[in-house]
Antibody, heavy 116, light 110 residues
Framework: EVQLVESGGGLVQPGGSLRLSCVAS????????MNWVRQAPGKGLVWVSR????????GYADSVKGRFTISRDNAKNTLFLQMNSLRPEDTAVYYC?????????WGQGTLVTVSS | QSALTQPPSASGSPGQSVTISCTGT?????????VSWYQQYPGKAPKLMIY???RRPSGVPDRFSGSKSGNTASLTVSGLQAEDEADYYC??????????FGTGTKVTVL
């Protein structure tokens, strides 16, 4: 059974940093593109970032470019999202998802709240 | 660039069909066959329903179908059932390692 389990969310002040993790199981993690997608409370889905299976290629939404960094550790089946210079508008549930052209498996999400 | 445009709501009676549109540009929906659709229940993670415009993942009922014409993609749910009441989002690849989601459509089964 495929499982994606996110962690690392919480309350952080504006300007602060947070590192999200996503541990994958049930599939060959090292063969898949991975993504982060977020959803602000009561709002729609927003694609945030993606990383190629071997980590050699990454992409970011304009809203997070220069502030967020996606990475992965294939030996530990783990995806990361380093979030710096956080803003109140970054408040959202962050989902880890697998897939290149579509997002086939999703985690349960981790809530990030940016507030003073 | 901003989100793809979807109608805020759609509805139908049980057994009827409902079609949701997803309008983008030639740089995303019209330029690539990487359009996908997601179903989301309140408080739950989204679920992939359609990928590569028309393909259904294993386990998704064939009542769900996708299509595309120009810069607009569509999701049709035939034979509506109560369990189809949910939010639906489209997504498209937009080149240069970039993706956009649609604004979302709430489907109500009357």
């Amino acid at each position: 059974e495929v499982q994606l389990v996110e962690s690392g969310g919480g309350l952080v002040q504006p300007g602060g940093s947070l590192r999200l993790s996503c541990v994958a199981s049930g599939f060959t993690f090292s063969s898949y593109w991975m993504n982060w997608v977020r959803q602000a409370p009561g709002k729609g889905l927003v694609w945030v970032s993606r990383i190629k299976s071997d980590g050699s290629s990454t992409g970011y939404a304009d809203s997070v470019k220069g502030r967020f960094t996606i990475s992965r550790d294939n030996a530990k089946n783990t995806l990361f999202l380093q979030m710096n210079s956080l803003r109140p508008e970054d408040t959202a549930v962050y989902y880890c998802t697998s897939g290149g052209g579509a997002f086939d498996y999703w985690g349960q999400g981790t809530l990030v709240t940016v507030s003073s | 660039q901003s989100a793809l445009t979807q109608p805020p709501s759609a509805s139908g009676s049980p057994g009827q069909s409902v079609t949701i549109s997803c309008t983008g540009t030639s740089s995303d929906v019209g330029g690539y066959n990487y359009v996908s659709w997601y179903q989301q229940y309140p408080g739950k993670a989204p679920k992939l329903m359609i990928y590569e415009v028309t393909r259904r993942p294993s386990g998704v009922p064939d009542r769900f179908s996708g299509s595309k014409s120009g810069n607009t993609a569509s999701l049709t749910v035939s034979g509506l059932q109560a369990e189809d009441e949910a939010d639906y989002y489209c997504n498209s690849y937009a080149g240069s390692n970039n993706f956009f989601f649609g604004t979302g459509t709430k489907v109500t089964v009357l």
